[in-house]
Structure formats: structure tokens, C-alpha cells
């Protein structure tokens, strides 16, 4: 079992920036691969970004390459996702989510169903 929970959203002009976490429990953090997703309002949860066990291997939706970089610190047992340059279509409610297999390579993800989800954070970006 693995319980995340995430902080940092809140409300941030258009042009600026975020800094997420997602704490995870449990002795086993690095056993997970982690994902970031975000779910605008009335709209579907979107994959936003994923990163394998040891950081070494991330993969990015295309809305957010080069504007967003998801990295993780096993030591804490933490993954972050920094937001830069936001806009106001970034606006959602930000999930991390956790699972023992990680499901992208460097062409794509095959799989966007995560074991474990945390509660979200919301991100708002005013215009």
C-alpha cells in the first residue's frame, strides 16, 4: 500500500510558476514509478508527465514539454512537478499517482492506469 498526498497548488497569474510535491508513505517509494495527471473542470483526467523509479527516465504530454519537469527524491520519498510559465488552460486539479510498473519509453505511453492516486491539489492560473 502506498497513501500520496499532494501540495503546492493555489492561484498563480498566467506566466508563472509552481512547484508541486506528492509524499508518499511506506519504506518502498523507489519500487514505484510516479505520474503526475490534472483534471480541468468538467473535463477528463489528462496525463500530464511520468517519471521511473530512479528518476533516470521521464516521458511528457505534449501540452506541457518544456514547460513542466517532473523529478523525485526517493530519499524522501517525494516527487515534485515544476510548472513554469503557466497559462490559464494549465487551470485543473493536479493528481499524483504511483504504480510498480512504469509504462512509458522514450515514443509514448502504452498505459495511464496508476494503483495508487493521491487526493489532488488545485492549480489555478489567472489570466
Known amino acids: 500500500q502506498v497513501q500520496l498526498v499532494e501540495s503546492g497548488g493555489g492561484l498563480v497569474q498566467a506566466g508563472g510558476s509552481l512547484r508541486l510535491s506528492c509524499a508518499a508513505s511506506?519504506?518502498?517509494?523507489?519500487?514505484?514509478?510516479m505520474a503526475w495527471f490534472r483534471q480541468p473542470p468538467g473535463k477528463e483526467r489528462d496525463f500530464v508527465a511520468a517519471?521511473?523509479?530512479?528518476?533516470?527516465?521521464?516521458y511528457y504530454a505534449d501540452s506541457v514539454k518544456g514547460r513542466f519537469t517532473i523529478s523525485r527524491n526517493n530519499a524522501k520519498n517525494t516527487v515534485y512537478l515544476e510548472m513554469n510559465s503557466l497559462k490559464p488552460e494549465d487551470t485543473a486539479v493536479y493528481y499524483c499517482?504511483?504504480?510498480?510498473?512504469?509504462?512509458?519509453?522514450?515514443?509514448?505511453?502504452?498505459?495511464?492506469?496508476?494503483?495508487?492516486w493521491g487526493q489532488g491539489t488545485q492549480v489555478t492560473v489567472s489570466s
Open positions: 511506506g519504506r518502498t517509494f523507489s519500487s514505484y514509478a
Open positions: 499517482a504511483a504504480d510498480r510498473n512504469y509504462y512509458c519509453s522514450d515514443y509514448g505511453c502504452y498505459r495511464y492506469e496508476y494503483d495508487y
Open positions: 517519471i521511473n523509479w530512479s528518476g533516470g527516465s521521464t
